[in-house]
């Protein structure tokens, strides 16, 4: 059973950092992706960063892009999401999720795995 495991939120204000994590269980081959994904209260879920874990490949929304970077631990099966000068418009539940295969997309609609949801909050 494919498990994942999002922590890291927290409170900070603009121009702040935090690193989210998921830990990641139960693939049974190196061939899927994970991808980070947020709501805003009142907005539609939107997609962030994702990473493909058979060649590394890197995707970010424009929104992101400069600011937040994914990275994976093969050996801690954890996926990071450093997210740098953070603006109050990051505030959203953040979740990671994850699919079989090898599409690399930021379409929530193509993942079958979700995990938890983690709050961050940025202050003005």
């Known amino acids: 059973e494919v498990q994942l495991q999002a922590s890291g939120g927290g409170e900070v204000q603009a121009g702040g950092s935090l690193r989210l994590s998921c830990a990641v269980s139960g693939f049974t081959s190196d061939d899927y992706v994970i991808g980070w994904f947020r709501r805003a209260p009142g907005q539609e879920r939107e997609g962030v960063s994702c990473?493909?874990?058979?060649?590394?490949?890197?995707g970010y929304a424009d929104s992101v892009k400069g600011r937040f970077t994914i990275s994976s631990d093969n050996a801690k099966n954890t996926v990071y999401l450093q997210m740098n000068n953070l603006k109050p418009e990051d505030t959203a539940v953040y979740y990671c999720?994850?699919?079989?295969?090898?599409?690399?997309?930021?379409?929530?609609?193509?993942?079958?795995?979700w995990g938890q949801g983690t709050l961050v909050t940025v202050s003005s």
């Open positions: 990473l493909k874990n058979g060649d590394g490949s890197i």
């Open positions: 999720a994850a699919r079989s295969g090898f599409l690399s997309t930021l379409m929530a609609a193509h993942y079958n795995y």
